[in-house]
């Protein structure tokens, strides 16, 4: 039986030129199968970060419209107070207006009567008992029914 020595190498020349006619099973496969792996991790991966981040932008957008709603009701609010104020400030004018003549139609009220109480006479005086009686019956009688 002949022995090929080939060019002192031995099996190497023989594994490489398998190699190359063949194709290596055991390094390409294995190398070519865990390309493909981390290959399926990375795109598994991209599909679970790309899950997480639609359903981030969908919780995003529910919150936005709360938040939405929510200026929008604050505003409306906002606007009910301010034509309450408003509506108030007005009312208290008025009042202060009313209170001011009224004021007004007392004290010259009590400048008449201290002018008539100064001329004397006995007539004047009773006068103002009767009216300050006759007004004090009046309550009486409107407070009894």
Avoid: P, W
Avoid at 104 to 125: E, F, I, Q, Y
């Amino acid at each position: 039986m002949a022995h090929y020595r080939g060019n002192g190498r031995g099996n190497m020349n023989y594994a490489s030129n398998r190699n190359a006619l063949f194709g290596s099973r055991t390094s390409n496969n294995i190398a070519s199968n865990a390309a493909h792996n981390s290959n399926a991790k990375t795109a598994h991966r991209r599909d679970v970060n790309e899950q997480t981040q639609s359903i981030f932008e969908e919780e995003n957008n529910r919150a936005l419209e709360m938040l939405g709603d929510r200026v929008s009701l604050l505003k409306g609010v906002a606007k009910d107070i301010g034509i309450e104020v408003r509506d108030q400030n007005n009312m208290l004018d008025g009042m202060s207006n009313d209170y001011e003549g009224a004021g007004g139609l007392l004290g010259a009220t009590v400048d008449k009567l201290g002018k008539m109480l100064a001329t004397g006479g006995s007539k004047h005086m009773c006068y103002i008992i009767l009216f300050v009686m006759f007004v004090f019956f009046l309550l009486y009688y409107v407070i009894k029914k």
